[in-house]
C-alpha cells in the first residue's frame, strides 16, 4: 500500500504505520518461523470493514 494512497479504514492506516515502522515484516517473520499465517490481511480487511463508515473515511472515499 502507497503512503499517499487513501485509507479506505482503519486496517489500512496500521498497515501504514506498520510498514514504516517495520513490524509488519517482524511479524511475517515471527509467523513463517511459527509456520503460521501472520493474519495480517485478514484483519486489515476486517478493520476496513467495520471502520468504512466512520466519518473522516466516509469523507476520504465519497469521490469513489
Known sequence: MERNTPSRG???DIKKITAATGLD???KQIA???DEDCG???RQD???EQ???WNIYKKRNKDK
Open 32 to 34: 513463517k518461523l511459527l
Open 51 to 53: 471502520t468504512k463508515d
Open 40 to 42: 495480517c490481511d485478514k
Open 46 to 48: 476486517w478493520l476496513n
Open 25 to 27: 515484516q517482524l511479524a
Open 10 to 12: 482503519l486496517g489500512d
